[in-house]
């Protein structure tokens, strides 16, 4: 096509590969690309903040397996996008982050606003290139896609400078294609068979990867033939749903999983998916000498001190309904520990005084049929929500396990809105990190994406003061101040209300995911049962 800026075939390319918004916030730097969107179909989605509309792109990446796609500025507009980018990175999650550039002959340090983008963005990405080149804007926008989503999957930064958005240029998109899927080797799979066979007491630790693959089926159909429990780790929650008599609930807090237990007992380990990152084998690796396999797409990242038996290497599907079809039925050693587990997590304190943590979990998790979506954000509520927050689906608990970043919940519940608008969305937040990024509920208002921010209000970092209070015996630069939550939230035109008590919150709950625009409740919440979570 003759006649384009380099913006328009930018804007091509990104049609030809199935996106349908970015997330940004213009300026000068970026102009012609937003020019060139108002004659696409794709919608540009307006941001407070680049932080903002980073952390929307990657979940919008996590639930679609698509690259979500953000757009700043250059400077600081870009050096804003980089907690997203990074959280996307450590947590394998498909993303294209586009940054404006000054012309090409002007990249020369010092000028004003001026960084090295592709050498800032390299450490958090998968690569990071420039279009410095017009002649080459198709051939780098199709491998930037391709990268992004290969497993394992993450950000690609993609450099626009200035000049060429606007030099006149001709060319089409390069087309995708589908790569073909292929199982594991026959004697990996014999190998695992044998394992499984010869041991007493199997486990299987399903990662996110499990989920990436959308594998989640065959996963259950290979735990259900061989018989065998599984535990999940926090981003591969809900692979096998916590109704499943398999289901041993996640793993992540280290040495306070109750779940621990089985790892301590467990003679085979069987990692389905996993990403070391997640949970480190320090942490579960532990009691009763094991043998350890691997089944993955790519072998799993060296640690010190581990490395598998065995690698089972090839895609997931293919390799578990294979190892299905194999199946010899085994013992579930866990039936006991399943009970206690769901025993405890019954173990609810009164409902007196400041809300208690556990029971604003069970009131979420009531108001919440199986589909829809809790998006947590960091902070002891977080740690509360992991262990009392029964899933049933994959990606509908949505925590970050890789970078953790404060902020992640009410970005992330307009991503999951948008994605899923016929699900209901609550962000479970604590307020320090409610505060980072709240500015967004007047993004959400005007998107028309109504979600319920649950906001666990103890006027500070809880559960910092904990460890402080633990480690040191007390306390320092944790504690801090709040603008009444409700009339802030109506300040941005959204719904804002306080719940006195666990009974109200339910209340608050059922009535809020009914409206039509974003609801923010103010929990005055309890956090000396802060203690309680390790154990």
């Given at each position: 096509?003759?006649?384009?800026?380099?913006?328009?075939?930018?804007?091509?390319?990104?049609?030809?590969?199935?996106?349908?918004?970015?997330?940004?916030?213009?300026?000068?730097?970026?102009?012609?690309?937003?020019?060139?969107?108002?004659?696409?179909?794709?919608?540009?989605?307006?941001?407070?903040?680049?932080?903002?509309?980073?952390?929307?792109?990657?979940?919008?990446?996590?639930?679609?397996?698509?690259?979500?796609?953000?757009?700043?500025?250059?400077?600081?507009?870009?050096?804003?996008?980089?907690?997203?980018?990074?959280?996307?990175?450590?947590?394998?999650?498909?993303?294209?982050?586009?940054?404006?550039?000054?012309?090409?002959?002007?990249?020369?340090?010092?000028?004003?606003?001026?960084?090295?983008?592709?050498?800032?963005?390299?450490?958090?990405?998968?690569?990071?290139?420039?279009?410095?080149?017009?002649?080459?804007?198709?051939?780098?926008?199709?491998?930037?896609?391709?990268?992004?989503?290969?497993?394992?999957?993450?950000?690609?930064?993609?450099?626009?400078?200035?000049?060429?958005?606007?030099?006149?240029?001709?060319?089409?998109?390069?087309?995708?294609?589908?790569?073909?899927?292929?199982?594991?080797?026959?004697?990996?799979?014999?190998?695992?068979?044998?394992?499984?066979?010869?041991?007493?007491?199997?486990?299987?630790?399903?990662?996110?990867?499990?989920?990436?693959?959308?594998?989640?089926?065959?996963?259950?159909?290979?735990?259900?033939?061989?018989?065998?429990?599984?535990?999940?780790?926090?981003?591969?929650?809900?692979?096998?749903?916590?109704?499943?008599?398999?289901?041993?609930?996640?793993?992540?807090?280290?040495?306070?999983?109750?779940?621990?237990?089985?790892?301590?007992?467990?003679?085979?380990?069987?990692?389905i998916g996993y990403d070391m990152l997640e949970f480190q084998p320090v942490f579960w690796n532990i009691g009763t000498e094991k043998r350890t396999a691997h089944v993955g797409p790519l072998p799993v990242e060296p640690a010190q001190g581990f490395y598998p038996d065995l690698q089972v290497v090839g895609d997931l599907k293919l390799t578990l309904s294979s190892l299905s079809s194999h199946a010899t039925r085994r013992k579930n050693w866990t039936i006991d520990l399943r009970k206690e587990l769901h025993s405890r997590m019954d173990e609810l304190p009164p409902d007196e005084g400041l809300v208690k943590p556990q029971l604003a979990v069970r009131k979420i998790r009531d108001s919440l049929d199986r589909e829809d979506?809790?998006?947590?954000?960091?902070?002891?509520?977080?740690?509360?929500?992991?262990?009392?927050?029964?899933?049933?689906?994959?990606?509908?608990?949505?925590?970050?396990?890789?970078?953790?970043?404060?902020?992640?919940?009410?970005?992330?519940?307009?991503?999951?809105?948008?994605?899923?608008?016929?699900?209901?969305?609550?962000?479970?937040?604590?307020?320090?990190?409610?505060?980072?990024?709240?500015?967004?509920?007047?993004?959400?208002?005007?998107?028309?994406?109504?979600?319920?921010?649950?906001?666990?209000?103890?006027?500070?970092?809880?559960?910092?003061?904990?460890?402080?209070?633990?480690?040191?015996?007390?306390?320092?630069?944790?504690?801090?101040?709040?603008?009444?939550?409700?009339?802030?939230?109506?300040?941005?035109?959204?719904?804002?209300?306080?719940?006195?008590?666990?009974?109200?919150?339910?209340?608050?709950?059922?009535?809020?995911?009914?409206?039509?625009?974003?609801?923010?409740?103010?929990?005055?919440?309890?956090?000396?049962?802060?203690?309680?979570?390790?154990?």
């Amino acid at each position: 096509m003759i006649g384009m800026r380099g913006a328009d075939l930018v804007v091509r390319c990104l049609e030809a590969e199935g996106v349908d918004r970015i997330f940004g916030i213009p300026g000068e730097e970026n102009l012609d690309l937003v020019d060139a969107l108002i004659d696409s179909d794709i919608e540009f989605i307006v941001t407070k903040h680049e932080e903002g509309a980073s952390l929307m792109a990657e979940i919008s990446g996590r639930l679609t397996h698509r690259p979500g796609v953000c757009l700043s500025t250059l400077g600081p507009g870009a050096t804003n996008l980089v907690t997203g980018v990074a959280d996307a990175y450590l947590s394998h999650i498909p993303m294209i982050a586009l940054t404006g550039q000054l012309r090409r002959e002007r990249c020369i340090p010092p000028q004003k606003q001026y960084l090295d983008l592709v050498k800032l963005f390299e450490p958090v990405s998968k690569q990071s290139i420039s279009l410095r080149d017009p002649v080459r804007i198709t051939e780098e926008m199709r491998r930037a896609f391709d990268i992004a989503v290969s497993e394992k999957p993450g950000p690609v930064h993609i450099e626009l400078p200035e000049d060429v958005m606007k030099e006149e240029i001709e060319g089409e998109p390069v087309p995708s294609f589908k790569k073909m899927s292929v199982s594991a080797d026959g004697a990996e799979l014999d190998a695992l068979c044998d394992l499984i066979m010869n041991c007493k007491q199997p486990l299987i630790m399903a990662g996110y990867g499990v989920v990436r693959q959308k594998a989640e089926r065959e996963l259950r159909m290979f735990a259900e033939e061989w018989n065998i429990p599984v535990a999940m780790t926090w981003m591969g929650t809900g692979a096998i749903p916590f109704d499943n008599p398999l289901s041993l609930h996640t793993v992540g807090l280290r040495t306070h999983d109750f779940m621990r237990r089985a790892f301590q007992h467990a003679d085979l380990v069987i990692l389905i998916g996993y990403d070391m990152l997640e949970f480190q084998p320090v942490f579960w690796n532990i009691g009763t000498e094991k043998r350890t396999a691997h089944v993955g797409p790519l072998p799993v990242e060296p640690a010190q001190g581990f490395y598998p038996d065995l690698q089972v290497v090839g895609d997931l599907k293919l390799t578990l309904s294979s190892l299905s079809s194999h199946a010899t039925r085994r013992k579930n050693w866990t039936i006991d520990l399943r009970k206690e587990l769901h025993s405890r997590m019954d173990e609810l304190p009164p409902d007196e005084g400041l809300v208690k943590p556990q029971l604003a979990v069970r009131k979420i998790r009531d108001s919440l049929d199986r589909e829809d979506i809790a998006i947590c954000d960091v902070g002891a509520h977080l740690l509360w929500m992991m262990k009392l927050y029964p899933v049933y689906k994959e990606n509908t608990l949505i925590v970050s396990n890789g970078l953790i970043p404060m902020g992640l919940a009410v970005p992330g519940a307009i991503a999951a809105k948008l994605v899923h608008p016929e699900r209901k969305v609550v962000a479970v937040c604590g307020d320090g990190g409610f505060m980072m990024t709240s500015c967004e509920l007047e993004t959400a208002v005007r998107q028309d994406t109504p979600f319920v921010a649950v906001v666990f209000n103890d006027s500070g970092y809880g559960l910092i003061a904990t460890r402080q209070r633990n480690t040191y015996g007390r306390e320092y630069g944790v504690r801090f101040g709040n603008p009444d939550l409700v009339k802030y939230a109506e300040s941005f035109g959204a719904i804002g209300c306080r719940a006195s008590s666990a009974q109200d919150l339910g209340e608050l709950l059922n009535i809020c995911l009914d409206e039509a625009v974003p609801c923010v409740i103010d929990v005055p919440v309890d956090y000396s049962e802060n203690a309680k979570l390790t154990k």
